[in-house]
């Protein structure tokens, strides 16, 4: 009786045409992402032979840290253009999503521009081994400024390629955007398998290069084929198609996204520069060890949840408010078993190290394990609260929380240094904002899950 139950639920579920698009998102996500998985950890020990030098691989992974940054200054246009083009693709209003397909890019075009040119100039005056706590023994200063324009001028083109990621999950593919992901990491790590420089500063600029056509080249092929392909083809972007309304109305929905985008970036991925800075660019191979492993789990997690953020959106717009109500309950249960596997890794963690990193295998300290599978299982749940809340397009909480986070971070743990403490203060610094956030929004979403239905 009990599967006859389940079975019988299943087979409802597989009936609706949209729940069996988000099972089959799902469903290609992980297999997809397990493969990711795999690239990724296998990455670790390919990067530590190809730069031969904790530092500069230290500094590598803050470079790429840094530039996820700079995705900010769309100004949550991408965001805004997933939720209002998943609005407009479900009542069929397609004259309307190309109004907001041609604003997107106009607009980031205008932004683009004038940004690279500054960012592109600043380089020049900025002493990088300073910056990145470096020796100019290790790698020169000329160099790493060079590396660090190509790396800008390739992600400014990313700026406007990466437009189709959010149509595609407009396009309820978002499985899609995981295939392109994937590429863009193998791409990489087939250079650095099959070709190293003379120095470390030859390879850092090779990879810089190898690193932009990896992450563009992918994103301009696929938008090409979508652009030329139903629905899409109704949608073409065209300078015409730029109505003040739907640039007003995405960029005022961006803004929100953005500056909830900007304090979590500002609030997650300063870690590897403070950990440079404050205390050793050495730490921070070791904070990544950490942070790759109990990421992992997440990562896995978040798959399903990758589908979910247009999938509530889609509910929002026809008034499915109880499915909203089941999507948050089902998410939030699969979200404590997630942090159940966090705590559980921990016991094996010195194995898991010693097969991945071999000879480089760092010794494992159970404080700063048990401090990471904390801040992983925090960080799945505000995920989850994340992604219903940025569906019904909802974000003011974010921006309060993560704003007051990031603004106190830097000093909190510059006194934490001053102190004495650990470097992995940074991460019980980060877990503390988020349990009180995923406290907070928790219960806000349920009053107003409540008060859709009443």
Same mark, same amino acid.
């Given at each position: 009786m009990?599967?006859?139950k ?7 579920? =597989?009936?609706d045409?949209? +729940? ?10 992980f ?7 795999f ?9 530590i032979?190809?730069? %031969?030098?904790n ?11 840094m ?8 100004l949550? /246009? ?8 998943? +609005? ?6 397609? +004259?309307?999503?190309k ?9 980031? !075009?205008r932004?683009?521009l004038?940004?690279?040119?500054a960012? !592109? ?12 706590n470096i020796?100019?023994?290790i #790698?020169? *200063?000329?160099?790493?400024k060079?590396?660090m $324009?190509?790396?800008v001028? *390739? ?13 595609i ?6 499985s899609l955007?995981?295939?392109?992901a994937?590429?863009s ?6 250079f650095?398998? #099959?070709?190293?420089?003379?120095d470390?500063?030859?390879?850092l600029v ?10 563009n080249?992918? /994103?301009i092929?696929?938008?090409?084929i /979508? ?5 899409l083809?109704? !949608? ?11 640039t007003n109305d ?5 803004m ?8 979590? =970036? ?16 050495? @730490? #921070?191979?070791?904070?990544s060890?950490y @942070? ?12 399903a949840? $990758?589908? =979910?953020w247009?999938?509530v959106t889609? %509910?929002?717009? +026809?008034r499915?408010?109880?499915k909203?109500k089941k999507?948050?309950r ?9 942090c159940?596997?966090e ?14 990193l071999?000879? %480089?295998?760092?010794?494992?300290? %159970? ?6 599978? #904390? @801040?992983? *299982?925090?960080?799945?749940?505000n995920v989850?609260? $994340? ?5 019904? *397009?909802e974000?003011?909480?974010? =921006? ?9 971070k ?18 019980a610094?980060t877990?503390?904002i /988020?349990?009180?956030f !995923? ?14 239905l009443?």
């Amino acid at each position: 009786m009990f599967g006859q139950k389940y079975l019988l639920r299943l087979k409802k579920i =597989m009936s609706d045409a949209d +729940e069996r698009n988000l099972v089959r998102n799902i469903l290609l996500a992980f297999l997809v992402k397990g493969i990711s998985l795999f690239v990724s950890l296998f990455s670790m020990p390919l990067y530590i032979k190809y730069f %031969d030098d904790n530092a500069a691989l230290g500094m590598w992974y803050t470079i790429l840290s840094m530039l996820s940054w700079i995705n900010l200054c769309d100004l949550g /246009l991408g965001n805004g253009l997933r939720n209002r083009l998943t +609005e407009a693709l479900a009542l069929r209003q397609y +004259e309307k999503a190309k109004e907001y397909i041609s604003a997107t890019y106009t607009v980031l !075009c205008r932004i683009i521009l004038p940004i690279s040119v500054a960012i !592109c100039i600043l380089l020049q005056f900025i002493n990088f081994n300073n910056f990145f706590n470096i020796s100019n023994s290790i #790698v020169d *200063g000329r160099i790493i400024k060079v590396a660090m $324009t190509i790396l800008v001028l *390739g992600v400014c083109i990313n700026f406007i390629v990466k437009v189709i990621t959010n149509v595609i999950y407009a396009l309820q593919k978002s499985s899609l955007n995981n295939v392109l992901a994937l590429i863009s990491s193998i791409l990489p790590l087939i250079f650095i398998s #099959v070709f190293k420089g003379q120095d470390v500063s030859s390879n850092l600029v090779l990879l810089s290069i190898v690193h932009i056509i990896s992450i563009n080249l992918p /994103l301009i092929v696929v938008s090409i084929i /979508l652009f030329n392909s139903e629905p899409l083809n109704k !949608c073409k972007p065209s300078f015409k198609n730029v109505s003040k309304e739907a640039t007003n109305d995405t960029l005022i929905l961006g803004m929100h996204f953005f500056l909830a985008q900007t304090f979590f =970036m500002l609030l997650m991925q300063t870690n590897e520069i403070i950990i440079t800075n404050l205390f050793s660019p050495d @730490y #921070v191979v070791e904070y990544s060890i950490y @942070y790759k492993l109990f990421t992992a789990i997440g990562s896995l997690f978040m798959l399903a949840l $990758t589908p =979910m953020w247009s999938k509530v959106t889609k %509910d929002f717009t +026809e008034r499915k408010y109880q499915k909203i109500k089941k999507t948050h309950r089902l998410l939030s249960f699969v979200a404590l078993l997630a942090c159940a596997l966090e705590l559980l890794v921990v016991p094996f963690l010195q194995i898991i190290v010693n097969i991945w990193l071999q000879e %480089d295998a760092i010794i494992i300290d %159970d404080k700063v394990a048990i401090l990471f599978a #904390v @801040y992983g *299982g925090l960080y799945i749940f505000n995920v989850v609260l $994340t992604t219903i809340a940025n569906g019904i *397009g909802e974000v003011r909480s974010q =921006m309060v929380f993560y704003g007051i986070g990031a603004i106190l971070k830097l000093p909190v743990i510059f006194m934490s240094r001053n102190i004495g403490l650990h470097w992995s203060a940074v991460v019980a610094y980060t877990s503390i904002i /988020l349990l009180l956030f !995923c406290v907070y929004q928790f219960i806000w979403l349920n009053k107003k899950i409540e008060k859709l239905l009443a």
